[in-house]
């Protein structure tokens, strides 16, 4: 048996037209690309402003098309309401707001059975950061049924528990919900040097936060949010991921965005993340670049091009995910535009490194700008005529029978200490052949042709993600 959720809000506020404006707007601020449409679970932030709508109607965009069974969806405790111990659960209905969204009853009472959940109806009245989230759900998913709960204090031996709990109410088509801000800032007045819009406490307190969740490091997490509610929201989702029902899923950072953008006073600055969970065919719980990675990796690759003809100094992107702060092999590519269309202008990189992404590429595009023997250096009048691209490697391994050689795959062939690379993007021809491009790497190493044949040669393959500037 189900009943309809009954919450009041602003007509005017959430009415098609408005939506419809949201997302296109969130759309074109946090453009986000999935291989897959098979998400499993969202971390939006509360909707509280509207950089927090935009970015939470960012990851809501993309539920269209699916179908679920029913949405858990779990909303830390604002700390200025009334603090309680455990999960609230909804207990009393008012007029209803929507013909779509319908509590999900029957695992409502089921939850109720157990010691940590109470049915406290008080949280959940004027809620006006849950009633945009399901009004979002429902422009998006048009009906499903919801289990809603706000989050209190809780302690680990009773996260853990609940962890169990939770996901024994769901199956493989149920949704997860995560509603939290990062964290609300007081008289935080210190500037950041990496990005003059953000607070130097902010910026480094987020980026941990950020990594936290697409590492699932319950510990760091807890140390870096001074909100227990908040805290106690993430360990349990956490704790959710290391059960059966979501031991493979993959994270897509889809942005951050924080309320200094709504020009409020320092005091009241609030931060917020938003990623999307989605199946993964890798084992645990893993993460990948996703647009917002890559957008931000081609804006320090440009920065690290300005440094050239300007004494700015090594500096930070504006916040980093968990796969900006891993170490990859990458390679930068430079192309001059020209009338007649791009012209290659340099490109250097590397296979391994135990350097951060973000370092890596900003070094990279100077690197390919300026010591290219090639080319000559880059001049400050072609700057702003010069594209970026970015490959990113990954899944490097040897090849031992050299027909099996993808065309989209890269490969590398190492003589002794010395490398050539082909790129996947060079290689997508339409008569493709691993012995051509196996005797250019040799001649781009030695002149000898047949240089990959000897037994003192390597060859390698590996996948690589590219991107550029549009």
């Not at 690309?33 to 509207?50: F, K």
């Not at 157990?114 to 950061?129: M, V, W």
């Not at 719980?285 to 957008?295: E, F």
């Not at 009338?339 to 350097?355: I, Y």
């Amino acid at each position: 048996m189900t009943a309809q959720i009954c919450f009041q809000y602003d007509q005017s506020r959430y009415n098609t037209h408005a939506l419809q404006y949201l997302d296109v707007q969130a759309q074109r601020a946090y453009p986000v690309s999935l291989s897959e449409n098979n998400i499993r679970c969202l971390i939006v932030p509360h909707c509280t402003d509207d950089s927090a709508q935009c970015l939470a109607a960012a990851a809501y965009r993309n539920l269209q098309g699916q179908q679920f069974d029913k949405i858990i969806m779990m909303c830390a405790l604002d700390r200025d309401a009334i603090d309680f111990y455990g999960i609230a659960l909804p207990c009393r209905h008012i007029d209803c707001c929507s013909n779509c969204m319908k509590l999900s009853c029957t695992d409502i009472a089921k939850l109720s059975q157990y010691d940590a959940f109470h049915y406290y109806q008080l949280p959940f009245c004027d809620n006006y950061p849950l009633l945009q989230q399901i009004k979002m759900l429902e422009f998006y998913l048009h009906s499903a049924e919801i289990i809603p709960l706000i989050v209190g204090n809780l302690a680990l031996q009773d996260i853990e528990k609940i962890a169990v709990v939770l996901t024994d109410c769901a199956t493989p088509k149920t949704l997860i919900i995560i509603c939290c801000n990062f964290a609300r800032y007081d008289n935080c007045v210190q500037s950041c040097l990496a990005d003059s819009s953000k607070i130097c406490m902010i910026y480094d307190q987020d980026a941990y936060c950020m990594q936290a969740i697409q590492s699932a490091h319950s510990y760091t997490i807890k140390n870096v949010l001074d909100d227990p509610c908040t805290a106690s929201t993430y360990q349990l989702f956490f704790h959710m991921l290391y059960t059966p029902l979501l031991k493979n899923v993959e994270s897509v950072c889809v942005g951050y965005a924080s309320s200094l953008y709504d020009q409020v006073p320092l005091e009241n600055i609030t931060t917020y993340g938003s990623f999307i969970m989605q199946d993964s065919l890798t084992d645990g719980y893993t993460y990948r670049l996703g647009r917002y990675d890559q957008l931000q990796l081609l804006q320090h690759a440009r920065l690290g091009l300005q440094d050239v003809f300007q004494a700015a100094g090594r500096r930070l992107p504006c916040m980093m995910s968990y796969a900006m702060s891993q170490p990859y092999g990458l390679f930068v590519t430079l192309y001059h535009m020209l009338d007649h269309g791009p012209v290659l202008q340099g490109c250097m990189g590397v296979v391994e490194t135990q350097l951060p992404l973000y370092q890596v590429v900003y070094d990279m595009a100077q690197q390919a700008a300026c010591h290219d023997t090639r080319f000559y250096p880059l001049r400050h009048k072609d700057l702003e005529s010069t594209i970026i691209s970015l490959s990113v490697m990954t899944d490097i391994s040897t090849v031992e029978d050299y027909e099996k050689i993808h065309p989209r795959q890269g490969v590398m062939l190492q003589y002794f200490d010395k490398k050539a690379i082909y790129l996947p993007r060079s290689m997508i021809k339409e008569s493709f052949s691993y012995e051509s491009i196996l005797t250019d790497l040799s001649k781009q190493i030695h002149r000898h042709t047949d240089l990959w044949k000897k037994p003192e040669s390597q060859i390698f393959t590996f996948h690589s993600l590219v991107f550029q500037e549009e």
